[in-house]
């Protein structure tokens, strides 16, 4: 148990950008002013998770400098959590949701809550409130909300020891929405050996505006109920303490409909099948010895021909009882299963309808609503399963620690010797597609470079802040950057060949050093990747010398080639 002022720790939010982050931010501090005696976090981090930076992040004016902005992407929230806490240093990281709102004694308690961890407990969750209107029943989705006051792990306040993000990998970012990824990270942790406890703290959820489809798009978290499966197995509910859910209720119906349709096609297409000729021309004939017998027509024909008519004509189009009468005449098997199958469908249907109008307000808008999307929702979610199923097909379990650190010129951008120009900045080929693959495959990217311009006067750090940048903006998210500003005559230990530039990423990154692959363009980059016990990959250019082709255990001849090497898709000579 940690005394109250030795506490390390940092805030870690994730954003779009929603205004409801001005009034977290403005109660977080009202709630750090307000906790005399107890020690605040190092940092605040808000991660704006925009794909592009848009308008300025709705802050408060109260806020000082222990908050600071950075951009993840637009990846999702389980990389922007990610990108905050490998930013923290602390020993501690809270992450809260941006639409929560925060208690006047929350600080103090989240400090007493986290110095009551016991040193085998990796994390803390703080307690939900969702306000629920008053004179009235919930609506569904306000039903739904006040749903995470009893879930478990999830990070709308969850704490997490820094050490234990860095052995379990973080938030597995395959999970590209706000679902399902706190459950992951807490399974993980928890099969790892850290218990989570429940701390005391509280803070507050309030109902968001949710259009009139939202239930239905919520459907789309069905493909991340495959990956919980397929990484912790068919109990995973239970251990997550989640319900079993409605998904087989909703492929039965979707079955009942599916078949029910398909039954009334095939019916519809042979009842409006053509006369066949033979029948065709005995009409004709009959046709024509009523005319040749008749003539001239007496005044009986008219009858004659309507009472022939109405014995072998289908009956008017669209009549539902005829249609139904030839359909059960020539198919009564098809009849039959269409008829079953929409009984299923219409019963099934009504009752999750009914299961979700019944504790609502039932004012007319609410039951409209339900009625509309309780027919959507079954064939919605058994979609995002299926999306699931091809997607996740082969998901093995987060990788704890998958890092790969770059050379940066001539590997990533191409060479412009002692370059400070942004303007300058060239992607090498296939730069952006290798990177982009390692993302996917949740492995942690980081550039280790060389920048002896800086001890030499050519160029300054802020220079180098501004390529990097540009690179970013090219290449996308870097997790780490770890720059050498000296010249060989300064006889650092961060120079490569030697091992400090990997090895300051690879603790940054949460990592050891032989967790690492470093992919480099000249012998120094694979050099520095031996010295600190990492893998190196060698992605000869026109400077590479012949003998650092030769000295190289691995060789690659482009960056697509290097990142098949680190996914072991081939095998390196």
């Known amino acids: 148990m940690a005394a109250l002022s030795s506490l390390s720790y940092s ?67 389980a ?19 941006d639409d929560v709102v925060i208690a006047q004694g929350w600080a103090a308690e989240l400090a007493a809550d986290l110095a009551a961890v016991p040193a085998g ?87 968001r505006p949710a259009g009139f489809w939202a239930s239905v798009r919520a459907q789309a978290g069905n493909a991340d109920d495959v990956l919980m499966k397929r990484v912790h197995g068919r109990d995973w509910r239970a251990r997550a303490g989640e319900g079993r859910g409605r998904f087989r209720r909703h492929l039965l119906t979707t079955t009942a409909g599916t078949t029910a349709l398909a039954a009334l096609a095939l019916l519809t297409t042979r009842t409006a099948r053509p006369t066949p000729l033979t029948e065709r021309a005995g009409i004709a004939a009959s046709l024509g010895l009523r005319a040749r017998t008749h003539t001239p027509a007496p005044a009986g024909t008219a009858a004659s021909l309507g009472r022939w008519a109405r014995t072998h004509a289908p009956g008017p189009a669209g009549t539902a009882a005829s249609f139904g009468r030839r359909a059960w005449g020539r198919s009564p098997g098809l009849a039959g299963i ?50 699931g199923l091809i997607r996740h097909r082969k998901a093995a379990p987060w990788p704890r620690r998958r890092v790969v650190l770059f050379d940066r010129d001539d590997t990533l951008i191409h060479d412009v010797p002692y370059n400070g120009d942004p303007a300058h900045v060239e992607p090498m080929p296939g730069a952006a597609d290798a990177l982009e693959r390692l993302r996917r495959h949740g492995v942690r990217i980081g550039v280790v470079s060389n920048q002896s311009g800086v ?51 690879a603790e940054r990154l949460g990592a050891h050093p032989s967790d690492c692959v470093v992919i480099g ?31 190289a255990r691995e060789v690659a001849p482009d960056l697509r080639s290097a990142v098949d090497l680190v996914l072991g898709e081939e095998h390196g000579r």
């Open 11 to 77: 805030v870690v939010v994730p954003t779009i950008g929603r205004p409801s982050l001005r009034t977290l931010l403005r109660t977080l501090l009202n709630s750090l002013a307000a906790a005399a005696g107890a020690d605040g976090p190092r940092a605040i981090i808000v991660v704006d998770d925009r794909p592009e930076p848009g308008a300025p992040l709705p802050l408060p004016p109260e806020v000082d400098e222990r908050v600071e902005v950075l951009r993840s992407g637009g990846r999702g929230p």
């Open 79 to 97: 990389a922007a959590r990610n990108a905050g806490w490998r930013a923290a240093t602390t020993e501690w990281v809270v992450f809260l949701d």
């Open 121 to 207: 407990a990796g994390g803390s969750q703080g307690r939900l409130t969702v306000p629920l209107p008053a004179g009235r029943r919930p609506t569904d989705w306000e039903r739904n909300t006040a749903g995470l006051e009893r879930a478990s792990w999830i990070t709308a306040d969850m704490a997490y020891r820094r050490a234990v993000l860095a052995e379990c990998g973080g938030f597995d970012e395959r999970y590209g929405r706000a679902y399902r990824e706190d459950a992951d990270l807490a399974l993980r942790a928890m099969d790892a050996g850290h218990r989570l406890v429940r701390g005391t703290r509280r803070v507050t959820h309030p109902v």
């Open 338 to 387: 269409a008829a079953a199958a929409g009984l299923v469908w219409v019963g099934m249907t009504a009752e999750f309808a009914a299961a979700r109008i019944r504790p609502g307000p039932r004012s007319p808008g609410e039951i409209a609503r339900m009625l509309v999307t309780s027919v959507a929702i079954p064939p919605a979610a058994v979609r995002h399963r299926v999306r």
């Open 455 to 505: 001890g030499k006067g050519y160029i300054t750090a802020r220079d180098v802040l501004r390529v990097n940048a540009r690179v970013e903006e090219l290449l996308g998210r870097i997790d780490v950057w770890e720059i050498c500003p000296h010249d060989h005559a300064a006889g650092c230990s961060c120079r490569k060949p030697r091992p400090g530039l990997v090895e300051r990423a």
């Open 521 to 551: 363009d000249i012998g120094r980059d694979v050099e520095a990747a031996a010295a600190a016990g990492a893998r190196g990959i060698l992605v000869p250019t026109a400077r590479t010398r012949l003998e650092e082709i030769a000295r």
